[in-house]
């Protein structure tokens, strides 16, 4: 198998996560992930993953516990889609707000789908609250050495 590229992606409605996304992209970059990618989620089908060892997703939560509006159609596909992701390795960033009675609903229930397709956590979720910068922080520290780890094995 080729060698894996790391691919983050974001769901955003007021471009927080969108934020947190590209500064881990640099980060990456930076830290030796040369090929890594940034996108929005919206220009990701679910059958992609299926080619794709490598994700980070940084993604808000809207409504009561949904996707913000750019990560509805894909997590309505993932929902219905029978894929096997055995072969990626993801973790996921939720940026949130505790006063609403869903925290973080929609970063969980990505993990979950992820999880119940068959991709394997890099690491456990991490939740953020609105001052999200220590948290993003402590995850993208732990994430990027797993990911040079996870690339030099390969
Ligand atoms: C109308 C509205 C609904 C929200 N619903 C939730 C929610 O159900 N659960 C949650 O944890 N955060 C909720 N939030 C908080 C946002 O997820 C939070 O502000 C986040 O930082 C937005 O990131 P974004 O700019 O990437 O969309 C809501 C915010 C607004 C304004």
Not at 72 to 78: A, M, N, Q, R, S
Not at 80 to 96: E, F, H, I, P, T
Not at 101 to 109: Q, V, Y
Request: proline share 4%; net charge negative.
């Amino acid at each position: 198998m080729s060698k894996p590229i790391l691919a983050i992606y974001y769901a955003t409605e007021t471009g927080n996560s969108e934020t947190l996304a590209r500064q881990a992209h640099e980060r990456a970059v930076a830290e030796g992930q040369a090929d890594a990618i940034v996108a929005n989620i919206s220009t990701l089908k679910p059958a992609d993953l299926v080619s794709k060892q490598l994700a980070l997703f940084v993604v808000s939560t809207w409504g009561d516990g949904e996707p913000p509006s750019d990560g509805c159609d894909f997590f309505y596909d993932l929902e219905k889609a029978q894929l096997d992701l055995s072969g990626l390795r993801y973790s996921v960033l939720g940026l949130g707000d505790r006063d609403y009675s869903d925290f973080n609903g929609f970063a969980r229930k990505l993990d979950e789908r992820l999880t119940a397709l068959g991709a394997k956590a890099l690491l456990p979720r991490a939740e953020a609250d609105l001052d999200y910068e220590d948290t993003y922080n402590e995850w993208i520290g732990q994430a990027l050495p797993l990911i040079s780890e996870a690339v030099t094995a390969s």
